[in-house]
C-alpha cells in the first residue's frame, strides 16, 4: 500500500475518533504518530519530532509563565481591578470583561485568562445583580479573539512551526496583531450590539446570581428530608461515618438540630444522639421508610433557603473543576472528595441541569460546577487548590509580596520584549523567562509541572508528525492539485475562500491544534503551486482556526463556561454562528489588504 494512502487511512480514522469522542484527543494524537512511524511513513526520528518542536516547548513555556504570574498575585490584583471599575451596568460590565480577557489573551494561554478571570466575573455580576450567564459567554468569546492577535495561542504556535517545516519564515510574536487587532474590535462590537441580546436570561439557562437561589437552581428543596431519631435508634451513639446513611439509604446528611442549635456541615467524627433532628438530602420515594421505622421518624417539610444551611462559621458556595484538574473522570468517592477538601458536595450542575442522586459514584466531568458546604475558613485554602475554581469574590486580598510580582512582571515583559527582538528564539526565550521564575523562588518545579496542561502539549506533538506526513508523502500536493483545477475556472482567492471555511466548519468540532495540523500543510502547498505567498494565506487559514464559537466543543474554555453559565448547545449557536460568519467576511477582506497574497 502506497505511504500517501496508508496516511489518508490513519488521517480519516482519527479524524472520526476526535469527533466520536470514544478515546481521548490526546490519545488519538499519539496513535496518529505510532501508526505513521509503525507503518513505516515516518523515520523514528521523525514520529516523535513533535516534542523537540520549537512550538511544543513555546506552549509549556506560556503555561509555565502564566502559573507564575498566578503565583505572584499578579492575576488575582487583575480580578480585583475588574471588580473595582467593572460598574453595575450590564454593558459596560460586559465591555470591562470583554476588553479585560481580550487584552490578556494577548500574553497568556486563554484557558488560562478564562480560569483566572470566572471567579471575579461571576462575583461582578452578583454583585451588580446579573446573571452569570450574560458574561460568561462573552468572556469565553473574547479570549479566543485576543489569542487571534498574538502568535502565543496553541493554534497560532502550531502554523508556524508548519511553516518553518516547509522552509518558510515563520510567524514572529506580532506578526498576528494587524489582522487580528480589528477582528477582536469588531467582535466585541457586535457581542455589545448584537450577541448580547441573544443570551440567555432565564434562570433555567443560567447559574443563580446570589446564594439564596442556589437551593432553588440546584431544586434541592425538594429533596430535603427532616427525620428524627426515635428512641433505641441503632444510630444513636455511633459517628456518621459508621452511620450508613449514604452507603445503605442513599442520603446525604446535611446537618443536626440539637438542642436548638443547627449543627452545619458535621464532620464525620460527629456522634448522633438520642435527640438529634437530621436534615437528609435524597430522593424520599427511594428510601424504604417501612425497614426503618425503628430508627427514623419523618417531621413535617418546611420551606429552605440557602440562608438555612449557611452561617458566620459554614460556606455554601460553588465551584468548578479546573481544566487540568485531576478530578476529572474521578468520582467523589475515590477521590475521598470530603476528606480532602473538607467540604461536602450536595449537587453537581451539568449542562444546564443539576444532579442529586448517587453523588458519591457520579464520575466528575470538565465544566462541572460542584454545589459546596462546608467550613467559610476552608474557602481561602480552596482558592489556592489546582483542582477547583471558587467562584465566589475574595473576601479579603491575599498577603501581598512585592518582591515576587516585579520579578514576574520582570520576566514576563523581558520575555515579551526580547521575543519580539528575536523572533527565531521564542521558544528558548519563553523557557528561559519561565525558568528564571523558579529560581527565583516564585515557583517550584512541582507548581510548574502542575501547571502546563499535559493534554495539549501531546495533542499537539502527536499531530504534528501528521503534518510531515501529509506533506512527505504528496497528499498535500494531491489536495493541492485538485484545488488548482477549481482555480482554473475560477478566481485563485475562491480556493483561499474554500480552505478557509472548510477549516472554520472543522475548528467547531476539533481542536484548533489538530485542524492547524491537517489543514496548514495543503494550504501550504496549494498556495505554492498557486503562485500565491504562503504566508499569507496560511495567516488566513490559521485565524479560522481559533474561530471556534458555533459549538462548545472545539475549545476548552467553551466548556469550561458552560457549567457556570447554564448555557445549552443551542445558546452557542444562536450567538456564534452569527459571529463566525460576521468575522468570515471581515478576515477575508482584511487579509489581501494587510498580507498581500502574491510575491514582490
Known amino acids: 500500500m502506497s505511504p500517501y494512502l496508508i496516511t489518508l487511512i490513519i488521517l480519516i480514522i482519527a479524524i472520526v475518533l476526535f469527533l466520536s469522542e470514544k478515546l481521548s484527543a490526546d490519545l488519538v494524537a499519539m496513535l496518529v504518530a505510532i501508526s505513521l512511524g509503525i507503518t513505516g511513513v515516518l523515520t523514528p526520528q521523525e514520529t516523535f519530532a513533535g516534542f523537540s518542536r520549537s512550538a511544543v516547548i513555546t506552549i509549556i513555556a506560556i503555561f509555565i509563565l502564566a502559573e507564575g504570574l498566578k503565583q505572584a498575585g499578579i492575576t488575582d490584583r487583575i480580578g480585583t481591578l475588574l471588580l473595582r471599575i467593572a460598574g453595575k451596568t450590564e454593558i459596560r460590565l460586559l465591555l470591562i470583561v470583554m476588553v479585560f480577557s481580550a487584552t490578556l489573551s494577548l500574553f497568556m494561554n486563554n484557558i488560562t485568562v478564562a480560569a483566572v478571570l470566572l471567579p471575579a466575573v461571576i462575583g461582578a455580576a452578583n454583585q451588580a445583580n446579573i446573571k452569570p450567564s450574560r458574561l460568561l459567554m462573552p468572556l469565553s468569546i473574547a479570549t479566543m479573539l485576543g489569542g487571534m492577535a498574538t502568535i502565543l495561542t496553541s493554534t497560532n504556535i502550531v502554523s508556524s512551526s508548519l511553516l518553518i517545516e516547509s522552509n518558510i519564515k515563520g510567524y514572529s510574536l506580532l506578526d498576528f496583531f494587524s489582522m487580528g487587532l480589528p477582528v477582536t474590535i469588531v467582535g466585541i462590537i457586535f457581542l455589545l450590539l448584537y450577541g448580547r441580546k441573544a443570551l440567555p436570561y432565564s434562570g433555567l439557562c443560567s447559574l443563580p446570581t446570589s446564594n439564596g437561589d442556589l437551593l432553588d437552581t440546584y431544586r434541592l428543596s425538594e429533596r430535603l428530608i427532616r427525620v428524627k431519631l426515635v428512641k433505641g435508634s441503632l444510630l444513636a451513639g455511633k459517628r456518621l461515618s459508621q452511620s450508613g446513611l449514604r452507603e445503605k439509604y442513599n442520603l446525604s446528611l446535611v446537618a443536626i438540630e440539637r438542642r436548638g442549635e443547627m449543627i452545619l456541615s458535621p464532620s464525620p467524627n460527629s456522634v448522633l444522639l438520642q435527640s438529634d433532628v437530621l436534615l437528609l438530602e435524597g430522593r424520599f420515594n427511594e428510601v424504604p421508610w417501612e425497614s426503618i421505622h425503628d430508627i427514623f421518624e419523618v417531621l413535617p417539610t418546611q420551606g429552605w433557603d440557602s440562608q438555612d444551611l449557611a452561617s458566620p462559621k459554614i460556606a455554601f458556595l460553588e465551584a468548578v473543576l479546573a481544566p487540568r484538574s485531576g478530578l476529572i473522570g474521578q468520582t467523589l468517592k475515590a477521590t475521598n472528595f470530603r476528606e480532602k477538601y473538607g467540604m461536602v458536595v450536595l449537587g453537581i450542575w451539568r449542562s444546564g441541569r443539576p444532579i442529586r442522586s448517587d453523588l458519591a459514584n457520579e464520575a466528575l466531568q470538565f465544566g462541572d460546577a460542584l454545589l459546596l458546604q462546608g467550613p467559610r475558613d476552608r474557602i481561602n485554602v480552596l482558592r489556592n487548590e489546582p483542582d477547583l475554581i471558587i467562584l465566589e469574590s475574595p473576601v479579603v486580598e491575599a498577603i501581598r509580596t512585592p518582591r515576587k510580582e516585579l520579578i514576574a512582571i520582570a520576566c514576563f515583559l523581558g520575555a515579551l520584549i526580547f521575543s519580539i527582538l528575536k523572533p527565531d528564539y521564542i521558544a528558548l526565550i519563553m523557557l528561559t523567562a519561565g525558568f528564571l521564575m523558579i529560581l527565583s523562588g516564585i515557583l517550584k518545579m512541582e507548581q510548574a509541572y502542575r501547571a502546563v496542561e499535559w493534554k495539549s502539549v501531546f495533542l499537539i506533538a502527536g499531530m504534528l508528525p501528521m ?126 489588504l494587510i498580507w498581500p497574497l502574491y510575491p514582490g
Open 467 to 592: 503534518g510531515i506526513a501529509i506533506t512527505k508523502t504528496g497528499l498535500a500536493d494531491m489536495a493541492a492539485q485538485g484545488l488548482l483545477h477549481l482555480s482554473s475556472f475560477a478566481h485563485p482567492y475562491l480556493v483561499v475562500i474554500l480552505l478557509f471555511l472548510l477549516t472554520l466548519a472543522l475548528s467547531q468540532v476539533v481542536h484548533g491544534a489538530v485542524v492547524a495540523s491537517i489543514m496548514i500543510p495543503i494550504t501550504i502547498r496549494a498556495a505554492i503551486i498557486l503562485g500565491m505567498e504562503p504566508r499569507s494565506v496560511v495567516m488566513g487559514i490559521t485565524l479560522a482556526t481559533s474561530m471556534t464559537f458555533v459549538t462548545p466543543l472545539g475549545h476548552p474554555v467553551s466548556i469550561l463556561i458552560m457549567g457556570p453559565g447554564g448555557y445549552h448547545f443551542k445558546d452557542y449557536v444562536k450567538v456564534g454562528l452569527p459571529l463566525a460568519l460576521l468575522l468570515s467576511i471581515v478576515i477575508l477582506m482584511l487579509l489581501p
